[in-house]
């Protein structure tokens, strides 16, 4: 799990409810990004920030949101759009112009009541 | 053409054998090919990767062979053993210019059983 700490580690949503996943890296990487994982499905992008204050959609980004104030953290913000959000999310961080992978955090599994 | 194909979806084997998983795909830009292993309720941690410029490379018991002109890379584990059941993950990634690699593209995942 190295220097990338996900909170919480289980997490629950009511119906209609905005959920915030945390995520803290002390790597001191340029690039952070969130993956959901759903069983057979591997890991899907939802989004990823290069660089503080600027973040793309991944391939999955419709009904999350996130914000990049601070190069140290990545929050991803489930909203109440999302229909289907029972999933593991995974925090992954890179650091620039490094010809190596991303490293990921232990994950937090989201489940709707 | 983005996609990464991984087989087989699960695999068991017995302790000792040998585990063998395939990965093909057909995006010619990626340029970089890293396999995590995951175990339940964790985040995936990088088990080996390789580069195009290479046939093959080996860590221990885990070796990645790779075959560039039919776009196809696997991962073998050698004298299996039970601490090695987990998850595993293909990926790859293009070159994005000056010295970064682009998004990595997962495969699906192959459970791995390896039976005492």
């Known amino acids: 799990d190295g220097g990338i700490t996900q909170s919480p580690k289980y997490l629950f949503r009511k119906e209609g409810q905005n959920v915030t996943l945390s995520c803290e890296q002390n790597l001191n990487h340029d690039a952070m990004y969130w993956y959901r994982q759903d069983p057979g499905q591997g890991l899907r992008l939802i989004y990823y920030?290069?660089?503080?204050?600027?973040?793309q959609k991944g391939d999955i980004a419709e009904g999350y949101s996130v914000s990049r104030e601070k190069k140290e953290s990545f929050p991803l913000t489930v909203t109440s759009a999302q229909k289907n959000p029972t999933a593991f999310y995974l925090c992954a961080s890179h650091p620039h112009g490094a010809r190596e992978t991303q490293y990921f955090g232990p994950g937090t599994r989201l489940l709707v009541l | 053409q983005q996609q990464v194909k991984q087989s087989p979806q699960s695999l068991i084997v017995q302790k000792g054998g040998i585990s063998i998983i395939n990965c093909a795909y057909e995006n010619t830009a990626f340029d970089y090919f890293p396999w995590y292993q995951q175990f339940p309720g964790k985040g995936p941690a990088l088990l080996i990767a390789i580069r195009p410029d290479v046939s093959e490379k080996k860590e221990g018991r885990f070796t990645i062979s790779f075959n560039k002109s039919a776009k196809q890379f696997s991962l073998h584990i050698m004298d299996s053993q039970p601490g090695d059941s987990a998850t595993y993950f293909c990926?790859?990634?293009?070159?994005?210019?000056?010295?970064?690699?682009?998004?990595?593209?997962f495969g699906q995942g192959t459970i791995l059983t390896v039976h005492p």
């Open positions: 990926a790859a990634s293009p070159w994005a210019g000056g010295t970064s690699y682009g998004k990595l593209t």
């Open positions: 920030s290069q660089i503080v204050n600027d973040f």
